[in-house]
Every structure is written in structure tokens, then in C-alpha cells.
């Protein structure tokens, strides 16, 4: 079983940044953000690999945000520039053991955070 624990949301106006970090307990492969916004369902934001290599982005978010981990430190980032109020929502961190879907599948993952909340104000 693995626990995995979301930070660094916040209120934060338009154009400017946040990183979200999220913490696991355990070894995790492939980890991924998803996002949340109210009266929507969850979805795919950006996901990347154990070795890091490899990653993945919602058209919405690529060129403003960038997905990491450090494996040492067993924790997955999220750096979030030039948001939008549309980018406010509850984020949630997953992690998965290897899989043929697809990241954004979200029945695929085993494990999720808590979520933290991130709002953009116009």
C-alpha cells in the first residue's frame, strides 16, 4: 500500500505560478497529476515515468506546466506558470503499476492523494 500526499495549492491571481509537490510513502512507477474542477469529472493533467524520461501532457497545460519527481525524495512535482482561471480546480497525484492503458486512464491507477485545491483569480 502506498500513501501519497499532495501540498502547495493555494490562491494565486492569473499569470502567476505554483508548484505542487506530492509525497509517497512507497516505491511508485508511473505518476501522474489529475485535476478536478467543480461540476466537471477528474482529468488527465500531466504524468511521467519512473526514470523520469518520459512524459506526458494535457493540450491545456503544455507550455505552461512541467511535471517531475525525485526519486531520493520519493516525491512528484508540479509546476504550474501562467495560470488561467480555468486551471483552478482540486489537483490529485496518482501512481500506477505498469500498465498497457493509456495515463489517462484513470481506473488504471492504484493509489491516489488526497487532492489540493488550486485557485486562479481573474
Known amino acids: 500500500q502506498v500513501q501519497l500526499v499532495e501540498s502547495g495549492g493555494g490562491l494565486v491571481q492569473a499569470g502567476g505560478s505554483l508548484r505542487l509537490s506530492c509525497v509517497a510513502s512507497g516505491f511508485t512507477y508511473t505518476m501522474t497529476w489529475f485535476r478536478q474542477a467543480p461540476g466537471k469529472e477528474r482529468e488527465f493533467v500531466a504524468a511521467?515515468?519512473?526514470?523520469?524520461?518520459?512524459?506526458d501532457y494535457a493540450d491545456s497545460v503544455k507550455g505552461r506546466f512541467t511535471i517531475s519527481r525525485d526519486n531520493a525524495k520519493n516525491t512528484l512535482y508540479l509546476q504550474m506558470n501562467s495560470l488561467k482561471p480555468e486551471d483552478t480546480a482540486v489537483y490529485y497525484c496518482a501512481a500506477r503499476f505498469p500498465s498497457t492503458t493509456t495515463v489517462q486512464t484513470l481506473t488504471s491507477y492504484a493509489y491516489w492523494g488526497q487532492g489540493t485545491q488550486v485557485t486562479v483569480s481573474s
Open positions: 511521467i515515468t519512473r526514470n523520469g524520461i518520459n512524459t
